[in-house]
């Protein structure tokens, strides 16, 4: 098993590395860029976020963040994402991810194998796969709780009572080659991003997925929460394809060595 993981950890690794050098920072998030190999169409008439028979991988979402945290926006980031400064906090959301950040993600629920929503399940190592089953998606972890997420592609409406969940309850639809999918009824057990941006049961989201080359995947996604934030923000970055990376056995709960580790930077 051990073995087996140090494998799987060099393919994630490697597809990462091969990503980043492959394709330079100035160039990496123009659409005309990247693998010349055609996106692949599914029985649905859909692009498919999947690989084929003879290119297996999956998509490896650790190079982006939902704003840019830096001097300068990110090249892994869509052009859509704010800097850190112009996100609209409300003053208690932007005390509370102050206080998150200056402990460098110590207590970020996804290290304790929780579930993680919104744009923080696309950050989960050992990558993303999502199936197309035409009339829902299923976004499914590798790492983490090794959980998945479903979007209901079928035409209905929300219902009147959403019991508040960790990935909330989604409803998408198709728009040319992308697809756009509305999320209700969050819990509030879990970071919405790696970066610790805070929000209450009041979120709604709307994301959305396109596939403009083989080998990567754009992920925008825009925040409302009235409780945490003073208007709707976008942010998103691009997913890369990490060719030969297939899911293998992981359960976060056996062995599960961050919540010691995670300390914070101050301590």
């Known amino acids: 098993m051990i073995r087996r993981f140090i494998r799987i950890s060099y393919k994630v690794i490697t597809a990462s590395l091969f990503s980043f050098f492959l394709f330079p920072l100035s160039a990496f998030p123009q659409d005309e860029e990247g693998d010349s190999m055609p996106v692949p169409r599914n029985e649905f008439g859909h692009p498919s ?27 892994f980031n869509i052009p859509e994402a704010l800097m850190y400064d112009e996100v609209p906090f409300q003053p208690w959301a932007a005390e509370l991810h102050a206080e998150r950040r200056a402990k460098g993600g110590a207590y970020d ?17 050992y990558g993303m796969e999502f199936l197309d089953l035409g009339d829902e998606m299923l976004f499914i972890n590798v790492g983490a709780p090794h959980s998945w997420r479903r979007i209901w592609v079928d035409g209905r409406t929300f219902p009147e009572d959403i019991e ?5 309850y989604s409803i998408g639809h198709w728009e040319d080659d992308t697809l756009v999918v509305e999320t ?9 991003s790696r970066g610790g941006y805070p929000h209450t049961e009041q979120l709604k989201t709307i994301e959305k997925f396109s596939r403009p080359s083989w080998d990567r995947l754009r992920y925008e996604v825009t925040i409302d929460d ?4 003073t ?13 030969g990376v297939e899911p293998f056995d992981y359960l ?4 599960n060595l961050d919540p010691d580790r995670m300390l914070g930077i101050d301590q």
């Open 49 to 75: 976020f999947a690989g084929t028979p003879e290119r297996v991988g999956n998509w490896q979402g650790l190079l982006g963040t939902l704003a840019n945290r830096g001097p300068e926006r990110s090249q």
């Open 109 to 125: 629920p996804h290290t304790r194998c929780k579930p993680s929503g919104v744009a923080r399940m696309f950050h989960t190592p």
């Open 164 to 168: 508040p969940g960790w990935y909330g």
């Open 184 to 192: 209700r009824g969050f819990n509030t057990g879990f970071w919405m």
């Open 226 to 229: 009235p409780g945490a934030y």
């Open 231 to 243: 208007q709707p923000w976008t942010g998103g970055w691009f997913m890369t394809w990490g060719e």
């Open 252 to 255: 976060c709960q056996e062995n």
